[in-house]
């Protein structure tokens, strides 16, 4: 099998800020030691304004600390098809490999029993039978989605909200409908209209489930996709209803985005690399959510008032402490 450049983007690169790790090599005196090799697969588009976007601003702020200490060689935009492919291709030649996405925990399962030599990090990886070369970094869409659930609600002004999902799988369903039992918590009378594309990445299904919802009263929206969200944006923008935005806060760069929900997948990147320059990786699974704090989970209203903002911390202590229970994912 092999890719099409349609399908694709390689890019390896030595870093330009150099990070002073000397090797004592005889007497020969000191010289650099060789940089830890890494290969990220980024199956979306890096400029998505999502999940795969925070990933890559991640690995940016991971070449900015690290320098010349890292040589990274990422792959960018395949299909489900290519990944077992993409994988092996990063795993015959780096030190740590990271699927950045749930969707490529099955392959990355699949590869790292072949290349029991190279050690593979999942950011969004769930709970799964554990390899002593695998780490699945746990995101907790679930639980962030429950606040952003309730900050859609405070922010509708038609008491109905709104979520679209991309591929129906536990995680992205699970996120679903905790995103409704937050609006719900906040606005017992909300109503609550969900959908699914079947894909991340179609504009077109995700600007239709967001005109069906509107249709029927919603105007906030929440999104787990990644090129769909463009759907999503051009519905909202016809219709006059906003987005709570997902992964980054980047609060007053667009008055479509009243709200944003911080889901560290970036920082997740950054950790998987971290660890493995310091040589603290290990294998296993971790959960990070709201108990790893601000960088890796939280919700900010942009604009907040001290009511709304009150709320929204209230709601976060209760999950912590276990009063507000989420599922999984």
């Given at each position: 099998m092999s890719f099409s450049p349609s399908r694709r983007r390689v890019a390896a690169c030595l870093l330009s800020a150099a990070l002073p790790l000397p090797a004592?090599?005889?007497?020969?005196?000191?010289?650099?030691?060789?940089?830890?090799r890494i290969g990220i697969l980024i199956p979306g588009s890096k400029s998505d304004k999502g999940w795969m976007e925070s990933g890559y601003d991640g690995l940016v702020a991971a070449q900015k600390t690290h320098?010349?200490?890292?040589?990274?060689?990422?792959?960018e935009n395949i299909n489900y098809a290519d990944m077992?492919?993409?994988?092996?291709?990063?795993?015959?030649?780096?030190?740590?490999?990271i699927g950045v996405g749930g969707q490529t925990q099955a392959a990355v399962l699949k590869?790292?029993?072949?290349?029991?030599?190279?050690?593979f990090s999942i950011v969004g990886g769930n709970q799964s039978d554990p390899l002593p070369n695998v780490a699945g970094y746990d995101v907790k869409q679930a639980e962030i989605a429950f606040?952003?659930?309730?900050?859609?609600?405070?922010?509708?002004?038609?008491?109905?909200?709104?979520?679209?999902?991309?591929?129906?799988?536990?995680?992205?369903?699970?996120?679903?409908?905790?995103?409704?039992?937050?609006?719900?918590?906040v606005n017992p009378k909300i109503r609550y209209i969900e959908n699914y594309t079947g894909d991340f990445d179609d504009v077109v299904k995700a600007k239709e489930a967001t005109l069906a919802a509107i249709a029927q009263g919603a105007d906030v929206h929440y999104?787990?996709?990644?090129?769909?969200?463009?759907?999503?944006?051009?519905?909202?923008?016809?219709?006059?209803?906003?987005?709570?935005g997902s992964y980054t806060d980047r609060c007053g760069s667009d008055a479509l985005y009243p709200a944003y929900s911080i889901t560290g997948v970036g920082y997740q990147v950054q950790y998987a690399i971290d660890e493995m320059v310091t040589?603290?990786?290990?294998?296993?699974?971790?959960?990070?959510?709201l108990a790893m704090g601000?960088?890796?989970?939280?919700?900010?209203?942009c604009g907040a008032t001290p009511a709304q903002k009150a709320k929204i911390d209230e709601i976060k202590k209760d999950i912590l402490g276990g009063k507000i229970k989420v599922l999984e994912g």
């Open positions: 004592l090599m005889g007497a020969a005196g000191a010289m650099a030691a060789d940089p830890v320098g010349d200490a890292i040589k990274v060689q990422m792959i077992e492919q993409a994988l092996t291709n990063l795993a015959s030649k780096n030190k740590l490999v590869i790292a029993k072949r290349f029991p030599g190279t050690k606040v952003a659930g309730a900050a859609a609600a405070m922010l509708s002004k038609t008491g109905a909200v709104s979520y679209v999902g991309g591929m129906e799988i536990p995680s992205i369903v699970n996120a679903g409908k905790e995103f409704g039992k937050g609006a719900a918590y999104h787990i996709l990644n090129l769909g969200l463009r759907g999503m944006e051009q519905a909202a923008r016809d219709k006059g209803t906003h987005i709570v040589g603290k990786w290990k294998a296993g699974y971790k959960p990070f959510g601000p960088q890796a989970s939280d919700m900010v209203i």
